[in-house]
């Protein structure tokens, strides 16, 4: 689906997360980034994939990595997410697509059998110079951590 490879340089974004504060690519400057796209917060894949990386959220410290989940949700529903899940990364609030647009994230979905569109699943692991350093378009929910690492 997206069209950025390993080695591109991460297209550069601006936008508000569940809390309003405003972030940028350049806030991870000398960290690395995990920045992951998810579909809808709340739903299971979503769910297990966000709390896989809360369970290994340490491990990601020690190694220097940042974590920022993006979806079209409205704050209040990331919010909610992040309080049930006590999810310890922000989520940014993409309702108009600018992120997901940008990293190419947005297109024609199958599932049982309808076809739509939408966010597919996708990790773009992003080194301390704002260069992608790995893409993850087959995103294993149960096991992300590791895909990442």
Same mark, same amino acid.
């Given at each position: 689906?997206?069209?950025?490879?390993?080695?591109?340089?991460?297209?550069?974004?601006?936008?508000?997360?569940?809390?309003? #504060?405003?972030?940028?690519?350049?806030?991870?400057?000398?960290?690395?980034?995990?920045?992951?796209?998810?579909? #809808?917060?709340?739903?299971?894949?979503?769910?297990?994939?966000?709390?896989?990386?809360?369970?290994?959220?340490?491990?990601?410290?020690? #190694?220097?990595?940042?974590?920022?989940?993006?979806?079209?949700?409205?704050?209040?529903?990331?919010?909610?997410?992040?309080?049930?899940?006590?999810?310890?990364?922000?989520?940014?609030?993409?309702?108009?697509?600018?992120?997901i647009n940008a990293y190419g994230v947005w297109g024609p979905k199958k599932f049982m059998g309808r076809e739509y569109d939408g966010i597919h699943r996708t990790t773009f692991v992003i080194?301390?110079?704002?260069?992608?350093?790995?893409?993850?378009?087959?995103?294993?929910?149960?096991?992300?951590?590791?895909?990442?690492?």
């Amino acid at each position: 689906m997206t069209t950025l490879q390993i080695g591109d340089r991460a297209p550069d974004f601006k936008a508000l997360d569940n809390t309003g #504060k405003t972030v940028q690519l350049s806030d991870y400057t000398g960290k690395k980034l995990v920045l992951f796209f998810y579909p #809808k917060a709340s739903t299971p894949g979503c769910t297990m994939e966000a709390c896989n990386l809360r369970d290994n959220y340490q491990t990601f410290v020690s #190694k220097g990595y940042a974590i920022l989940g993006v979806s079209a949700d409205s704050a209040k529903r990331q919010q909610n997410w992040i309080d049930k899940h006590e999810l310890p990364f922000s989520l940014l609030v993409d309702e108009e697509k600018t992120v997901i647009n940008a990293y190419g994230v947005w297109g024609p979905k199958k599932f049982m059998g309808r076809e739509y569109d939408g966010i597919h699943r996708t990790t773009f692991v992003i080194d301390e110079n704002g260069t992608i350093e790995n893409v993850i378009t087959k995103v294993k929910t149960k096991e992300h951590t590791s895909q990442i690492l």
